[in-house]
């Protein structure tokens, strides 16, 4: 609800998104939720271990990407729910 691109890490920081989406629950009332996300940095974690097999043999390890960036940024959303329609000032 709150991302609708879903949640992914991104190696540069986008700005501040904003929006006001309205819910109507099963008796007809509205409610009113803000929605802002923002970009938090996140360090990237490797694995320092590599999982063995049976014979105890270490397996090859996969690379998503050639080259991680070593900092990453997550996004983070706050969400306020009211019964009142005042977008303005939610912002």
């Known amino acids: 609800f709150c991302q609708p691109s879903g949640w992914q890490l991104f190696p540069e920081r986008n700005p501040p998104t904003f929006f006001v989406a309205v819910l109507t629950d099963i008796n007809s009332e509205r409610h009113y939720c803000a929605c802002f996300t923002f970009w938090e940095a996140v360090e990237s974690t490797q694995a320092q271990s590599h999982p063995r097999n049976g014979d105890g043999e270490e397996e090859e390890e996969e690379r998503l990407s050639p080259v991680q ?23």
């Open 69 to 91: 960036p070593a900092q990453l940024f997550a996004p983070k959303s706050l969400v306020l729910v009211s019964r009142l329609d005042h977008a303005e000032v939610f912002r």
